[in-house]
């Protein structure tokens, strides 16, 4: 069986990657350390860079913002926009319902920044790929103030980028 291994000499050798000694270059099996190439190296160590922590913090300020902003709307009292000039009669909406749809918009930002946070803290533990990835498009979505927006697109992009660290 040894005969199998033996290198011919009419065909150009290669090395083995664990030894480095060169052999026939269609070998299953390195003759001198055993070297099986038939069977995949194992799993390649995982790579430890700082996106996941970058990304994460991107996002959790996102959240953070659209949580911020989602408590102004909710804060948000149409009676003080009448004195900036709000007419009512122009926009055809009366003042509560102005009101209540600015309401209605802080609760989805808040729920938005909330799991734009969580999405944040997932990230920067290099857990819940997926959970970050909501969490990023969600800071995105919540806006917080345009800067969130865009602190969330950059943050996702990142932590998308470091898939494998998850
Ligand atoms: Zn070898």
């Not at 990023?136 to 865009?150: L, P």
Request: proline fraction near 5%.
């Amino acid at each position: 069986m040894g005969q199998m291994y033996d290198a011919d000499p009419s065909k150009p050798g290669r090395q083995c990657v664990t030894c480095g000694r060169t052999i026939d270059w269609n070998a299953n099996v390195c003759m001198y350390c055993g070297h099986d190439f038939r069977v995949p190296m194992g799993p390649p160590p995982k790579k430890r860079s700082s996106k996941p922590v970058v990304g994460g913090i991107l996002i959790l300020l996102a959240g953070v913002l659209a949580l911020a902003m989602g408590a102004m709307f909710l804060a948000f009292d149409a009676t003080d926009f009448e004195a900036y000039g709000y007419d009512p009669a122009t926009y055809d909406m009366s003042l509560s319902e102005l009101d209540s749809i600015v309401g209605v918009c802080g609760i989805i930002v808040l729920i938005l920044g909330l799991v734009a946070v969580l999405g944040g803290v997932f990230a920067i533990m290099r857990k819940g790929f997926a959970l970050a990835i909501i969490g990023g498009i969600c800071g995105m979505i919540g806006i917080g103030f345009a800067i969130g927006a865009v602190l969330g697109l950059i943050g996702l992009i990142i932590v998308g980028l470091s898939k494998e660290e998850f």
